[in-house]
């Protein structure tokens, strides 16, 4: 096991009805913005709900937050929070509307001529407004980190402070419920994803940490498609499941004490950025990709998944492995997304301009090993076609 | 799975050389008490970490707290902190030292006439001091989470409060080389206990929490005995994952969400209470009692129990709990601890006392279920003989 800082001091409230959670931690003379995305909490109950856990604090609303928050939609809260006097901004949505929430409350008080500059220079973040969250998606794990990703023409660039982490999040399982398949589908692969970016490296020997992703895997892979079956998808313990999943996933704590990837990750970003694919479905591209490119670096840890995850003891090594791999798109095409450039209508011929996007963006040393240069993240694409 | 609020701030430093961070969460202004057992800090160097971190600051020293920390030895140090005005605790040590540490925070600033009564008549902590570890003895799990157990004639009882939980806690396994077999025993199947209690109740469908308990005890159970074995036991992964374990295993995380039993603890400590007998020895004595008696109640459980942490799959249901049980009570022998009250020269005639003290301390209603009366426990303790 590597050395490690662990910290992780959100309060979740998870369950039915735990909204009303938010009046004993929004403190009571605070001047409150909500922030969304584009109106479905209006529509299924939760606006209302957190409305009324508001009363009596006075409250003002900042929404059209889009999926892949935009520079641009995020800076216009800045007029209302100062305007206003805004002390406290409360996040109601997906991973989306967290992260813009994030950026939003970091840049309130950015003390820099230009707030861009906390993600494009990775300016240090001194102080930031208090944040709570509302989760309506789980996938992120945005409600209870310190990162966010922010776009702006065409670059999707993420940036972390301790400061920007929530207060407290509210995890409603039965908020999900009103979900569209395609958002179900996203956020499952999303939060598997993330989980693999802390597992399949090389091997430390932190049992604990193997076994915590390993049991969020499996989770996965069994919740994940009844969220999505007519006869299993309105089972709240489906749902709680799933959405406790995505948040374990990425809140620091799988991926203490052991090497991570993010190569995915990475390359997914240029795809979001140049060619506005959902960001999950750039994840279920990019991954199995990796894992064929990386076989060698990965192959300690791939024989550990087919094993430990997929149950697969049959064949020599390679044998295995290819089996995991093929477990693990199809596992992603019962979740409703691509796995090939193709089935997202790129070819060959995007490839190079987001190699270049990438070396722009300083991503020249990915993965656990720094050595996956464009070079071979051309490959992974490539391999992706 | 339940409604939960899940809260654990406490800042952990984990891996070989972390004494130091004490010196960046520490006020370089505070005037620190060190608080330790019965010296073995001195002999293994970790004493000499702790004062050279502390460099700058007003340090004075409590010692001697006793396993099963005494409420009379705890009161002594209230005279010191008043005198030179201690604003900082440092527990350094193993789960007494940490849960004396926690009822010296609430005594220390306790507005009541008797600082008992907040364990006696569970008076609410309204305010205590800041509480830093150094763990030394993985076991407890009390360096991150709100709880404590102090004893006072014979009466071992618990209490807790989130204003008493440390704010940081450093563990470098490195410091757990110098414990002798018996401790490394102990810690190992204490850690292993406190998952149990949180695991072993019925099914509510908590996936991740079932996996990562699951995860917890097959780490113990494959690293514990390394910890002993001549050939392993200075192997630094092998401590690593046994104190990581032994934190998660009670920080709140796994049992959130969950139903709980604690039957085997409230029990144990009357094992200890009358007999000193040490905690972690009452609960392998307990535990495999518990399981035999609560066999219906915990059935499901048992038998996802038996396949996923035994890979026992063979004979029908019953066939597959007593192997489950007896592969469990092995694992304790192998651990070097005690799986009778003979073992611990204990017979028929102690128990009734025991159960006049479990009523004595309101554990009339025990269990997952609140239906373990008195008569239950009897007959737990009569199936331990």
Redo the contacts between chains.
């Keep these: 096991?590597?050395?490690?800082?662990?910290?992780?001091?959100?309060?979740?409230?998870?369950?039915?009805?735990?909204i009303a959670?938010i009046a004993k931690e929004i403190p009571s003379d605070a001047t409150v913005l909500i922030i969304y995305g584009g109106g479905s909490i209006k529509k299924n109950g939760v606006y209302d709900q957190v409305v009324a856990a508001l009363e009596g604090r006075k409250v003002f609303e900042f929404s059209g937050i889009e999926p892949n928050p935009s520079y641009d939609t995020l800076v216009k809260s800045l007029a209302v929070i100062r305007e206003n006097k805004v002390d406290y901004l409360l996040a109601v949505g997906g991973g989306s509307v967290v992260d813009g929430t994030k950026f939003i409350a970091a840049a309130a008080l950015f003390e820099g001529d230009d707030p861009w500059d906390i993600v494009a220079k990775q300016q240090r973040i001194t102080q930031a407004l208090p944040i709570g969250a509302v989760l309506t998606l789980p996938a992120t794990g945005s409600e209870s980190n310190t990162g966010a990703v922010v776009t702006r023409h065409g670059n999707k660039l993420p940036f972390a402070s301790p400061l920007v982490r929530p207060k407290f999040a509210v995890l409603d399982p039965a908020v999900t419920l009103t979900l569209s398949d395609r958002q179900v589908g996203n956020g499952v692969v999303d939060a598997f994803v993330h989980t693999m970016e802390q597992y399949l490296t090389y091997s430390?020997?932190?049992?604990?940490q193997?076994?915590?992703s390993?049991?969020?895997l499996?989770?996965l892979i069994?919740?994940g498609p009844k969220a999505l079956a007519p006869e299993t998808k309105e089972d709240l313990?489906v749902r709680?499941?799933v959405m406790?999943?995505a948040t374990?996933a990425l809140n620091g704590l799988i991926g203490?004490?052991v090497p991570q990837d993010w190569t995915t990750h990475m390359i997914g970003h240029e795809l979001t950025g140049a060619h506005g694919i959902d960001h999950a479905r750039t994840l279920s591209i990019v991954l199995p990709a990796v894992m064929k490119v990386r076989r060698e670096e990965k192959r300690e840890k791939l024989l550990q998944y087919a094993a430990r995850v997929w149950n697969i003891h049959d064949g020599d090594e390679d044998a295995r492995i290819d089996q995991a791999i093929a477990a693990t798109e199809a596992f992603f095409t019962k979740m409703g997304v691509p796995t090939r450039l193709s089935h997202v209508d790129l070819g060959e011929s995007d490839i190079e301009p987001m190699i270049v996007k990438l070396a722009e963006h300083g991503m020249v040393k990915l993965s656990e090993h720094r050595n996956i240069t464009p070079d071979v993240s051309r490959e992974i694409l490539r391999v992706a076609l």
């Design positions: 096991m590597l050395n490690f800082t662990f910290h992780n001091p959100t309060r979740i409230h998870f369950g039915e009805g735990q959670a430390v020997n932190g049992k604990v193997d076994r915590f390993e049991g969020l499996q989770t069994e919740d313990a709680a499941n406790w999943s374990m203490a004490g």
